[in-house]
């Protein structure tokens, strides 16, 4: 196919230039509806993309020309059977992989760093979860990766297990040896299902980690906004047949009409077009120049006192294979700093905004987009920072903290949990019962306690932390409060 064409774009821009009299939805009629307010701020031109279906811009949910066309070409840019566009992020595809790949009952391998999106798929499909743990990467406080003997060793008492899901590039960059996990996987006659949200780019260059479709994956899901052009909520879900898992393969796309919306934006099915054009024409420039930025960056930091980054010389260590050089995870826990303080004063104080923050550390995520500017300010915040705090100024102070936590007992699946009565009791006296709820960080969204899960002491003081410190979690009430947790009502 020919990577240099945008069916759907030009099938809209086509669409638009016929001036229809329009009476479908949405009801701002191309540019004209929407809000002098914003339109006095941003112009008109980009409202008139937001159409609908019409007998020139084809049906997500059943496409047979553009969209049909647009995906295609994606398909063969990364080298899968079959691409699948996603407007409710990568959310829905992590979903509709576990529900075509495991049934009420059936058991699904389950990487305990996975995001909330894989309890949500369980609790659709009534799979049971087998976890298999990460490593973890001490000295930077952060999970490693899944280990293929791990992996191993999970299907060795637990061979029924339908696929495995893990994520890899994690939030960190962290990379596991999916090769190798791929080939477990498959001499078990089970799908590896990967949460690719974090990299649609490392396809486009050699100094980058292999991608999963070409490490030996079933399904990702990409989350193309976050590391190319697309705009926020646009991903992709890809297909590619090993001869395992056939039929579940299959579903995938019928599964996807349970938990994607039947009003597909536009807009964003365009920016996908888009994004996927600019990679396959400049993928490799765009790609040089995010390195090149966040290797610079990298070494102006290491040489700052009391500040590291982490680079690649924790591959293979902790599970890890390969690390995306474009991730900035930055600590300055020498000189006194969380990576919670330190983030806020990056905001504050220098208007440098970074992805997230954790106990010890911060990340910048690192595009061809960013400009030298934006890594100058933030090299040159934290030598600032240095400066003060290594004279003495202390004002943020470090509190215990459990480095790492084991995860607890599993009494009811994440399904029969959230669909079983429950009460609220004092978060305080939540040790030993049984929750009726998730809790996670966010970011990175990883689920420290899952519905259907004994609330051990461990977890609950660490959650207790996150509570004290008023760090944002999910699972809490609408005031961002926990002071009572959802508990099973025996």
């Not at 407007?87 to 391998?109: P, Q, Y």
């Not at 030298?372 to 102070?397: M, N, P």
Request: glycine residues 8%.
């Amino acid at each position: 196919m020919n990577q240099n064409q945008t069916p759907l774009l030009d099938s809209i821009t086509d669409f638009i230039e016929t001036k229809p009299a329009y009476f479908r939805i949405p009801g701002h009629r191309l540019d004209r509806g929407i809000s002098p307010r914003w339109t006095n701020k941003v112009g008109n031109d980009i409202f008139a993309y937001d159409v609908t279906e019409t007998p020139m811009t084809d049906d997500l949910h059943s496409p047979r020309e553009a969209i049909y066309q647009a995906q295609k070409l994606y398909g063969e840019l990364y080298g899968a059977d079959r691409s699948l566009f996603l407007v409710n992020g990568s959310t829905c595809g992590n979903e509709a992989m576990i529900l075509s790949a495991a049934c009420e009952g059936e058991s699904v391998m389950i990487a305990r760093n996975a995001h909330k999106s894989a309890m949500m798929g369980l609790i659709l499909s009534g799979a049971k979860p087998v976890y298999v743990m990460p490593e973890v990467l001490d000295e930077w406080g952060i999970q490693g990766g899944i280990t293929p003997l791990a992996v191993k060793d999970c299907f060795a008492k637990n061979p029924d297990c339908k696929a495995l899901f893990l994520v890899s590039p994690s939030y960190y960059g962290v990379c596991s040896d999916l090769a190798a996990i791929a080939d477990i996987c498959h001499e078990y006659g089970a799908l590896l299902l990967v949460d690719e949200a974090h990299g649609g780019h490392v396809y486009f260059h050699d100094s980058l980690p292999m991608g999963a479709l070409a490490a030996g994956a079933d399904m990702c899901v990409q989350s193309m906004h976050k590391v190319t052009g697309a705009l926020t909520q646009s991903s992709v879900l890809h297909i590619k047949h090993h001869g395992v898992g056939v039929a579940a393969l299959e579903k995938a796309a019928e599964n996807l009409h349970l938990v994607q919306s039947t009003s597909p934006s536009y807009l964003l099915m365009a920016s996908l077009d888009c994004a996927r054009y600019e990679l396959a024409m400049h993928g490799i420039e765009m790609m040089d120049k995010a390195l090149e930025l966040a290797d610079w960056a990298r070494e102006q930091v290491n040489a700052i006192d009391g500040f590291r980054c982490m680079d690649r010389c924790v591959s293979e260590r902790a599970g890890i294979q390969d690390l995306d050089r474009t991730r900035l995870v930055i600590s300055a826990s020498s000189i006194g700093l969380t990576g919670y303080a330190l983030e806020t004063l990056l905001f504050e104080q220098y208007a440098v905004n970074m992805e997230l923050s954790d106990y010890h550390n911060v990340l910048a995520i690192v595009t061809y987009a960013n400009e030298k500017e934006d890594l100058a300010r933030l090299v040159e915040a934290c030598s600032e920072i240095s400066r003060i705090y290594t004279k003495g100024t202390t004002v943020y102070k470090k509190q215990d903290f459990l480095q790492t936590v084991q995860f607890p007992k599993q009494v009811l699946t994440p399904r029969r949990a959230y669909f079983s009565k429950t009460k609220k009791i004092p978060w305080k006296n939540a040790v030993g019962k049984i929750s009726g709820q998730m809790i996670a960080p966010y970011p990175p969204g990883i689920p420290i306690l899952y519905p259907g899960e004994q609330i051990s002491e461990q977890v609950w003081e660490y959650i207790e932390f996150f509570r004290r410190s008023g760090r944002h979690m999910h699972g809490t009430d609408s005031k961002g409060n926990l002071d009572e947790i959802k508990v099973i009502d025996e």
